[in-house]
C-alpha cells in the first residue's frame, strides 16, 4: 500500500489556484527530494516537478512544488481545464529502500 | 528524444511466466538507473523495480521480491523484467521509467485464468 498521503480529490474553477499536500514520513520526505507526476486519463505519468520544487523544461510555471519536514505540496495557479487529471507525490524511502508513492489525488475543474 | 517502449505483456495464466522488455532510445542508455511501475486497472502507482546504471545492484518492492527479476543489457538499450509466480494481483500496466523522470506507454499484463 502506499505510504504517502494524499487527498483524494481537490477541485477549483478555471483560474483558481488548487493546493494538494502530500504526508510522509522522515524515511522518505523527511531525508529525500519530492517528484510530483500529472496522469491525464489513459496516459501514463507525466513528471511535473522533481528534487521537490524543479520543473523539468516544458512544464508551465502555474505548477509550483514544496516540501518542508516530512510533508510536501503541489501548487496549481491559474487552473485550467486541462489540468484536470491524476497527480501523485512520490520520494525515495531509505527505510523500505524502494520508491514510494503517494495515494493519489484526483483534480477537478468546475 | 527520449524514448521507452515496453513490450511483452499479455494474458497468463496464475502460477505463469512473462518477461517484459523496454527499449530505450535518444539517451545514453548506461548512463541512468532505470525502473518498473505498475498500476492496476482504477488503481494508483506501485513501484516495483529499479536497477543501477551497471545493472550491479537492484531493489524490489516486497510484493515481487522473491517472483521477479530486473535486468538490463546496455548493449543492446533494453530493460528486462522476468515475471515469474505470477497472481491475479499482478495484473497491471506495466511501466519503464529512466531515473524516475521519463516514462513510457506501458505494457498490460492480466493474469488470469
Known amino acids: 500500500q502506499s505510504v504517502l498521503t494524499q487527498p483524494p480529490s481537490a477541485s477549483g474553477t478555471p483560474g483558481q489556484r488548487v493546493t494538494i499536500s502530500c504526508s510522509g514520513s522522515s524515511s522518505n520526505i523527511g531525508s529525500n527530494t519530492v517528484n510530483w507526476y500529472q496522469q491525464l486519463p489513459g496516459t501514463a505519468p507525466k513528471l511535473l516537478i522533481y528534487g521537490s520544487n524543479q520543473r523539468p523544461s516544458g512544464v508551465p510555471d502555474r505548477f509550483s512544488g514544496s516540501k518542508s519536514g516530512t510533508s510536501a505540496s503541489l501548487a496549481i495557479s491559474g487552473l485550467q481545464s486541462e489540468d484536470e487529471a491524476d497527480y501523485y507525490c512520490?520520494?525515495?524511502?531509505?527505510?523500505?529502500?524502494?520508491?514510494?508513492f503517494g495515494t493519489g489525488t484526483k483534480v477537478t475543474v468546475l | 528524444e527520449v524514448q521507452l517502449l515496453e513490450s511483452g505483456g499479455g494474458l497468463v495464466q496464475p502460477g505463469g511466466s512473462l518477461r517484459l522488455s523496454c527499449a530505450a532510445s535518444?539517451?545514453?542508455?548506461?548512463?541512468?538507473?532505470m525502473s518498473w511501475v505498475r498500476q492496476a486497472p482504477g488503481k494508483g502507482l506501485e513501484w516495483v523495480s529499479v536497477i543501477t546504471d551497471s545493472g550491479g545492484s537492484t531493489s524490489y518492492a516486497d510484493s515481487v521480491k522473491g517472483r521477479f527479476t530486473i535486468s538490463r543489457d546496455n548493449s543492446k538499450k533494453t530493460l528486462y523484467l522476468q515475471m515469474n509466480s505470477l497472481r491475479a494481483e499482478d495484473t497491471a500496466v506495466y511501466y519503464c521509467?529512466?531515473?524516475?523522470?521519463?516514462w513510457g506507454q506501458g505494457t498490460t499484463v492480466t493474469v488470469s485464468s
Open positions: 521509467a529512466k531515473n524516475w523522470e521519463v
Open positions: 535518444g539517451f545514453t542508455f548506461s548512463s541512468y538507473a
Open positions: 512520490a520520494a525515495w524511502d531509505d527505510s523500505l529502500n524502494g520508491y514510494v
